[in-house]
Structure formats: structure tokens, C-alpha cells
């Protein structure tokens, strides 16, 4: 400001300043470092020096050094230690290709589900492990997680985080949840589809487990994230299910009598689940046969007093199509019956 605008007096003291020469920062930070030496007592604390950015070229070095099983671990923890400084070091991990490689450390570490310990028994940190947080540290971007999903191996880091959560100790679970989470959110439709049902009852152990409230959150909107994707996966085989349900009902010889009986007899939802049924039978497996046994077990009389007592909106109007239904449908029966006579 005092360079531009040519000015000539301290903001802040407002003395007239004698000369415009501009003062670097790591000189200023030095000044005050020192100033914060000398009233240490005062309960003053030094102000730390910046580390400078990393780069690409350092962030390759820690990476072609880490693939040595040697110098895995310690590599790991630089690279842990780099991105846990700044956002600006997330980004540069990311560009210089640490997600790729942390994926294949976690992919190709099979141990996950086995506690390592020395022989002196402290727990040995594990490469899988240590790869698993900073790919959550990361925070990923958008573009970054979706070609993770949907890459060539996305069914493999799918399939790995399914066996951290069954196997792997409670920190690397956490992490796998929250990084599913993270993926799934910006996978396509196909892919959601066609997840396995182990990664559901993973996810749902997780959260029965309670390991952390982080780790809850996660796989509780994972599953409401998931459950609409789960209903278009098992439409065809709901149709198949409902065909052979509706067999087996008017296969046994009291079927439609117990179902009509549950109406207004046991709950509003009873009633509606039994007129949802009647309905679907009247709808789609209407044959002569059927059409009498309604008749004899007083169907129609039972669907015409729904219309006529205080129940729920839903109730009659599901009794209102169920009787029209019938109704003509025996109008239907009668009709062809006289002309077959005819």
C-alpha cells in the first residue's frame, strides 16, 4: 500500500517514513521471531518458519522409493506427513499420481485381515494400513475419485475395502467407509447396480459396531444413498418373486379366504396389505375359477363394506379398484358364458 499508493506515513504508527525500499518477508519473519525469543517469558511463542511447497518431483522420488518393500513404511509416513501440512500438498500428491500407487499398495496387501506383530509383541504398522489413511487424508477430488471407480480396477479397491471392513483393524475400517462413501457418491448408475451384497452386510457391521460416530454417519448415508440403486437391481426378480407368491396363494385351498378375512379386522395396514394382494390377484391371475372362489367367499361383499365404513383414504381407494375389477370381470365371465350358450 505504501508502494502504490505513494504513500509516505505508517498505517499503524503513522510516522513519516524516510524511505521506500520494501522490506523482504523472511527478513520481517526474522525480525519477529527473534522478538518472540526475547519475551519468551511473557509467555510469547516463536512463530514457526514456513517448509517450503513441495513438488512433483519430490512427491515422484518419495513414490519410486516406496515401491522398495524396504523403505515401504517409512515413505508412507513421509508422504502422511506431507499431505497432513496443506491443501496446496493434497493437490500436488494427487497430480504427481499417489493415488495410484496408494490403491495398488492396498490392493496388493493381503494381510490385512491378520494383526502383525514383532517378537517383541508390538503391533508392526502395516503398508495397507498406512496407505488406507492417506488416501482418506487426500480428500480426493471429484475427477480423482471417479476415474478410481470407475477405472479398470474399480472393482478391486471395491472388493479390497469389502475385506478391510470385514478384517481390518477399527481405524482402517473407519477409513474404508468414508472412502466408499466418497467413491460411490460420484459412481455412474451401473456401477451401483452392481454392488454385492457382501458390501452391504459389511457396511451394516460397521455400523453395528459403532467403531466412531465419523465411521456411523458414513455407512448410515451410505445405505440411503445405495437402497434406491438395490430396488431397480431386483425389479425382475420382484415380478418373478410376485408371480410365483400369487401361485402359491391360490394354490393353497383357504388362501383368498384368510387374506379376505384380515380385512378391517386387524389393522388399517392389514387391510391394506390384504386389498393390495386381492387387487393383485384380480389384476393378474384372473381365471373362472378364481372369479367363483371370490364369489363364494364373499370378496365383492367384503370390498363393497370397505367402501362404506370410516378407514383411511389408501384403504378405499384400493378397495374402490380391487371391486371394480372384479365386478367386471364377472360381468366379463357371465357375458362369454351366455354366448358359449348361444
Same mark, same amino acid.
Request: glycine share 6%; proline share 3%.
Given at each position: 500500500?505504501?508502494? $502504490? ?12 517514513? %524516510? ?26 511463542? &516463536? ?10 518431483? /519430490? ?17 508412507? @509416513? ?22 495410484? $500407487? ?6 496388493? $496387501? ?11 509383541? $508390538? ?15 487426500? /480428500? ?28 481390518? *483393524? ?6 474404508? !467407509? ?7 457418491? !460420484? ?9 454385492? /451384497? ?6 451394516? /457391521? !460397521? ?17 440411503? *444413498? ?11 426378480? @420382484? ?6 407368491? &400369487? ?20 389393522? =388399517?395396514?392389514? %387391510?391394506? @396389505? ?14 373362472? %375359477?378364481?372369479? =367363483? ?19 383411511? @383414504? ?29
Amino acid at each position: 500500500m505504501v508502494v $502504490f499508493r505513494q504513500n509516505d506515513t505508517c498505517p499503524v504508527t503513522k510516522q513519516v517514513i %524516510s524511505g521506500c525500499e520494501v522490506t523482504p518477508n523472511h527478513t520481517l519473519r526474522r525480525l519477529l521471531q527473534s522478538w518472540c525469543t526475547l519475551n519468551a517469558s511473557y509467555g510469547i511463542e &516463536r512463530i514457526p518458519t514456513p517448509k517450503p511447497a513441495i513438488n512433483r518431483a /519430490q512427491v515422484s522420488k518419495i513414490l519410486n522409493a516406496a515401491k522398495s518393500p524396504q523403505q515401504q513404511v517409512e515413505c508412507l @509416513r513421509k508422504l502422511r506427513s506431507i499431505a497432513s501440512e496443506n491443501e496446496t500438498n493434497k493437490r500436488c500428491m494427487e497430480a504427481a499420481g499417489a493415488v495410484d $500407487f496408494l490403491v495398488s499398495v492396498v490392493n496388493n $496387501f493381503n494381510s490385512l485381515s491378520f494383526e502383525e506383530t514383532s517378537e517383541d509383541g $508390538f503391533e508392526i504398522t502395516r503398508p495397507g494400513d498406512e496407505a488406507l489413511s492417506i488416501l482418506y487424508g487426500l /480428500q480426493i477430488s471429484e475427477s480423482g475419485l471417479k476415474n478410481l471407480i470407475m477405472g479398470r480396477n474399480g472393482e478391486l479397491i471395491i472388493e479390497t475395502l469389502t475385506k478391510v471392513m470385514q478384517g481390518g *483393524n477399527d481405524e482402517s475400517r473407519a477409513y474404508a !467407509v468414508l472412502l466408499l462413501k466418497s467413491m460411490l457418491e !460420484v459412481a455412474d448408475p451401473q456401477k451401483l447396480i452392481s454392488l454385492k /451384497q457382501e458390501l452391504f452386510s459389511e457396511i451394516v /457391521q !460397521v455400523l453395528r459396531d459403532q467403531i466412531s460416530h465419523k465411521a456411523s454417519k458414513a455407512a448410515l448415508e451410505l445405505l440411503i *444413498n445405495l437402497c434406491p440403486w438395490g430396488k431397480k437391481q431386483n425389479q425382475s426378480h @420382484r415380478s418373478q418373486c410376485s408371480l410365483e407368491g &400369487r401361485a402359491e396363494l391360490l394354490g393353497h385351498g383357504a388362501g383368498l379366504a384368510v387374506v379376505s378375512k384380515k380385512i378391517l379386522r386387524v389393522s =388399517q395396514v392389514a %387391510s391394506e @396389505r390384504a386389498l393390495r394382494i386381492i387387487f393383485s390377484i384380480s389384476k393378474y391371475s384372473t381365471t373362472a %375359477s378364481v372369479l =367363483q372362489e371370490m364369489l363364494q367367499i364373499g370378496i365383492v361383499a367384503k370390498l363393497c363394506l370397505v367402501l362404506q365404513v370410516d378407514c383411511g @383414504r389408501k384403504t378405499k381407494d384400493k378397495a374402490r379398484e380391487g371391486t371394480v375389477k372384479v365386478v367386471n370381470d364377472v360381468a366379463d365371465a357371465i357375458a362369454g358364458q351366455q354366448n358359449y350358450n348361444l
